[in-house]
């Protein structure tokens, strides 16, 4: 569910689209960070210099960042329509409907775990860094039978779509044997990739 503020769902209202509501999110965020900085009365004074260094200290997340996240977003988005063009919208939907099937592990269990990682080693990292190796290892070795099940559910899976959704999805159980081999990858991958976040090594996370 999405949560709109106000200024972002007077823009979208007057018709101007989702774009002018993202915009009016930012902005929102922008002004309820300007309050909490004034409520105590106290407002920061800072230099160009500093606004400078600071960027200059963080540009890797716009750097590496940004196109990591796009790449991601393309490798999710494109190969379906790729293969609709290519070989039909008949075989786009099964490769489609395949990848939701394989990917519910990533859905489910990767974001829980991601979401878990991320809390533990934040402050893992602040006061025990030499830790942080040990917790990287603990949760990958805890992923891997995940990720082997995965991988062996997906080599069953040309005979067991037809056999649960119908003579029908044959082909579709043909791409869940092939995409259970990427799939099975992230789920180990992307789950502690914001090590690299928190590490701010962004150009390792780049190539992910």
């Not at 965020?29 to 004074?45: K, L, S, T, Y």
């Not at 290519?86 to 775990?113: C, D, E, H, K, W």
Request: with cysteine.
């Amino acid at each position: 569910m999405e949560i709109r503020t106000a200024p972002a769902r007077e823009w979208g209202r007057h018709g101007l689209g989702e774009a002018a509501s993202a915009l009016g999110q930012l902005a929102d965020q922008f002004r309820a960070a300007a309050e909490d900085e004034g409520r105590n009365g106290v407002r920061p004074q800072r230099s160009w210099g500093q606004l400078l260094q600071t960027a200059k200290k963080y540009r890797p997340f716009a750097l590496f960042g940004c196109p990591s996240a796009l790449l991601n977003a393309a490798g999710l988005l494109l190969p379906p329509l790729l293969v609709a063009g290519f070989y039909g919208t008949a075989a786009g939907g099964s490769f489609g409907f395949a990848f939701r099937i394989v990917s519910l592990p990533m859905a489910l269990l990767g974001t829980a775990v991601s979401q878990v990682f991320l809390a533990e080693a934040s402050p893992v990292i602040t006061s025990q860094p030499t830790e942080v190796s040990r917790l990287f290892q603990r949760v990958t070795s805890r992923l891997l039978p995940a990720c082997l099940a995965l991988l062996a559910g997906g080599a069953l899976c040309p005979w067991r779509f037809p056999w649960v959704f119908g003579a029908n999805w044959v082909e579709a159980g043909s791409f869940a044997a092939v995409l259970s081999v990427p799939c099975a990858a992230q789920l180990l991958v992307s789950p502690i990739s914001n090590i690299a976040v928190l590490t701010n090594r962004l150009g390792s996370n780049a190539i992910r």
